[in-house]
């Protein structure tokens, strides 16, 4: 299962030339832009046409608190700050606060153009290692590790928002009695998918290893298996690494992995709150809740389905009226801004290597 930040595929530590592969990589991912934002921008135009009364939210913002909106810009700054702490804390200092910055948001850029399913971190781990000199195999390592660090933050959330639904409507009345035992069934998949990835990662590396060998000797995975288990060996390889490290290592990263995971939920919680007094309690656990969901969506960056997604969760906290116009102020702060701060990162990057490139004259 893949983490919003983007994402749990382990990335590939094979190094890759550039030759030849700019060109349909920039063109696949403008590509994927676009559908993303329009797939976005098609289920955003339908809650508003559905939820929005002009003249009840002309009405409803006049008790705007802006000192909320604020808050709500800082801590989706602050989410992506998090996150480049933490490649510079797992590098242990080979990456810069900075360059673990510029990785992360190139993360969260190519999981916003790829799958959820998916997720960037394969694409961002060239990116970390040409922009800072590392062998891609280190980068992936680096990007590894946050991936652990996401799925161990699984194991402490789901727990808790199993329990929260003896005591708060997690779903809203509309999902019915099938819709929560489905989202109870989901958090427990969810919760043994990461439990077997924690364990085998940090217990028995070989586990996997050879439960993937055994897949991929059926007749109609053979051709893959060669490939499969050359990356599986690098996985063997960098599982053995992470064992070996310390319990205060593993602290420190899972510490940097929680706040940034709770600056996502604090960003639909500020921007509610900012415009109506919606319970607390309710609208953090929907807000973490919604997001787990959306881990499972196959669309670019879960585009589409994140809408719908909040619409459910988060819309019946509050009057219809404002359900489009916070939806829209999420997707700008938590979303359409890391496509173009990434974008322009990524272009920039793209410009520096064929300057590099270039034959001299």
């Known amino acids: 299962m893949p983490s919003p930040s983007s994402d749990t595929s382990a990335p590939s530590t094979e190094d890759e030339s550039p030759e030849g592969s700019v060109q349909p990589r920039a063109a696949g991912s403008v590509r994927n832009i676009v559908v993303s934002l329009l797939l976005s921008a098609l289920v955003l135009a339908g809650v508003g046409y559905v939820t929005f009364d002009a003249d009840a939210f002309r009405r409803l913002i006049q008790h705007l608190d802006p000192g909320l909106l604020v808050a709500a810009a800082v801590a989706s700054v602050a989410r992506l700050g998090l996150g480049g702490w933490r490649l510079s804390q797992v590098s242990e200092g080979r990456l810069s606060i900075w360059s673990g910055t510029r990785g992360q948001l190139a993360w969260d850029f190519f999981s916003s153009v790829t799958p959820s399913v998916v997720g960037g971190g394969p ?6 290692a040409r922009d800072e000199d590392l062998a891609v195999g280190e980068s992936a390592a680096l990007m590894f590790f946050c991936v652990l660090l996401d799925q161990l933050w699984f194991l402490v959330a789901i727990p808790l928002l199993v329990l929260a639904t003896f005591t708060i409507d997690l779903l809203p009345e509309a999902a019915g009695a099938i819709g929560v035992w489905s989202l109870v069934a989901y958090f427990g998949g969810l919760l043994i998918w990461s439990s077997l990835y924690a364990y085998a990662t940090l217990v028995r590396p070989r586990l996997l290893v050879e439960i993937t060998d055994w897949c991929f000797r059926w007749p109609y995975l053979r051709r893959f298996r060669e490939t499969v288990m050359q990356e599986m060996r690098a996985y063997f390889r960098r599982a053995r690494h992470l064992g070996s490290r310390s319990a205060a290592f593993y602290a ?59 619409a459910l969760f988060i819309g019946p906290l509050m009057p219809e009226a404002l359900v489009a116009p916070t939806l829209l102020t999420w997707r700008l702060l938590g979303y359409y801004l890391f496509i173009a701060l990434g974008a322009y990162l990524f272009l920039h990057q793209l410009q520096r290597m064929r300057t590099t490139e270039s034959p001299s004259p």
């Not at 694409?123 to 970390?128: D, G, I, K, R, S």
């Not at 921007?271 to 881990?295: E, K, P």
């Open 123 to 128: 694409v961002a781990a060239f990116y970390v």
């Open 252 to 310: 420190y990263g899972f510490s940097l992995t929680a706040l940034a995971w709770l600056a996502r939920y604090a960003l639909i919680f500020f921007i509610v709150r900012s415009v109506h007094a919606a319970d607390a309690l309710l609208l953090f656990a929907r807000s973490a809740a919604m997001m787990l969901v959306g881990l499972i969506m196959p669309t670019p960056g879960g585009s589409g389905g994140l809408e719908g997604l909040y």
